[in-house]
């Protein structure tokens, strides 16, 4: 192989690799607000699945239940944002590591000064299942469970933003 082709090959997988890495980026809003940015949240491929990394302050103290919603949109306190992404219509609210929608995450867990900056990791979802819907933060936890209360009992919609594949 001659240099111009050991060229072509390196700058071509540069492109591949540069282009199946990119991160997906979502800007935080409080509900409440429209307009109050309280941080990002990222995510990225690995191979375990897609690691959720928050940089968000101003939050309530606690877990909080966080969903991925079916509309990009967040007006009327993010009731614009629809149901819950399931995609497969399973109807099943059973959290992230078990067969019901794609819509559910890991709890977001934050400290006492009101940021959220520990990572999670959501096993059955990739990058391209996220692109184009809402992240929603609900004021309470989640059980993963429509018992006692539906969709795991999380709450009012505190904080949303629309996730979109960075540039």
Not at 115 to 138: G, Q, T
């Amino acid at each position: 192989m001659n240099s111009l082709s050991k060229i072509c090959v390196s700058l071509t997988l540069f492109i591949f690799c540069s282009a199946v890495s990119a991160k997906v980026y979502v800007q935080v809003q409080t509900t409440l607000a429209p307009g109050s940015v309280i941080g990002t949240i990222s995510f990225e491929n690995t191979p375990y699945g897609l690691l959720i990394t928050p940089d968000l302050t101003d939050l309530p103290p606690g877990a909080h239940g966080v969903h991925l919603h079916e509309k990009p949109a967040c007006s009327h306190q993010g009731k614009d944002a629809g149901g819950h992404f399931d995609p497969k219509k399973t109807g099943k609210h059973l959290g992230p590591y078990r067969s019901g929608h794609l819509g559910d995450l890991p709890v977001l867990y934050v400290d006492s000064q009101g940021l959220a900056n520990i990572a999670m990791l959501a096993p059955r979802l990739k990058e391209k299942h996220v692109n184009n819907l809402s992240l929603m933060i609900h004021a309470g936890g989640d059980n993963y469970s429509d018992e006692p209360k539906p969709l795991g009992g999380g709450g009012p919609r505190i904080a949303c933003g629309v996730i979109g594949l960075a540039k």
